[in-house]
């Protein structure tokens, strides 16, 4: 399996910008990458996903290099709510098996 | 829609008991899995199913059984429980990866609560 490397853990004030990466340098060609968040006693949510262009939703930005080995989850306004563990996953066409890291927790600050 | 549902979302059983958390999702999805996810730590696959009458082991499966006799239920079993099996227990569900048509996105329960005395 294709596996992620993502910090422990980092800190943003609120309101600004939060850059999260996320290493993946043994990534295929039919892997995409998907984010996905934590909040405190939830489950995962699904946050945005990329194949190799860059990507934006209402939630946030993905930021994938071009050689595809990292990307970077950017929240343009930091706030407390997005204080969570933010995992980096890839999810493979040709495979079923999906599995996760410890993730990065982000803490925000008011 | 329901999405995925788990039951029960609490239990605790003494060592050596054995008992059954069931998934049920209604998206008609192929894929399903369980994960265990202990305090402080991230979610580690116990188990995963690529459709109807398939499983297969993931990163921790021991201990665990798992069956999915339709595709909307996986099943994940714990025949002679342990305190080291305490954990909250996520399931989740995804759509084959096919491009334009479905990314693969995970959709998970609530969670079950599961402590082993």
């Known amino acids: 399996d294709a596996k992620t490397t993502q910090p422990n853990s980092m800190e943003s004030n609120e309101e600004e910008p939060v850059h999260l990466p996320c290493n993946h340098s043994?990534?295929?060609?039919?892997?995409?990458i998907h984010w996905y968040r934590q909040l405190p006693s939830q489950g995962p949510e699904y946050v945005i996903h990329?194949?190799?262009s860059n990507v934006n939703n209402r939630m946030a930005s993905l930021a994938i290099a071009e050689d595809r080995k990292s990307s970077t989850l950017i929240l343009h306004r930091a706030t407390l709510r997005d204080a969570a563990v933010y995992y980096c996953i890839l999810s493979n066409t040709n495979a079923g098996k999906s599995t996760f890291g410890d993730g990065t927790t982000l803490t925000v600050k008011p | 829609n329901a999405g995925v549902t788990q039951t029960p979302k609490f239990r605790v059983l003494k060592t050596g008991q054995s008992m059954t958390l069931l998934c049920a999702q209604d998206?008609?999805?192929?894929?399903m899995y369980w994960y265990r996810q202990d305090p402080g730590m991230g979610l580690r696959l116990i188990h995963y199913?690529?459709?109807?009458?398939?499983?297969a082991k993931g990163e921790v499966p021991d201990g665990y059984n798992v069956s999915r006799l339709k595709k909307q239920n996986f099943l994940l079993g714990l025949e002679s429980a342990a305190p080291s099996q305490t954990s909250v227990y996520f399931c989740a569900s995804r759509p084959p990866v096919a491009g334009g048509r479905s990314t693969g996105e995970l959709f998970f329960g609530e969670g079950s609560r599961l402590t082993v005395l």
């Open positions: 199913s690529v459709g109807e009458g398939t499983t």
């Open positions: 990329g194949l190799t």
């Open positions: 043994t990534i295929s060609g039919t892997d995409y």
């Open positions: 998206m008609n999805h192929e894929y």
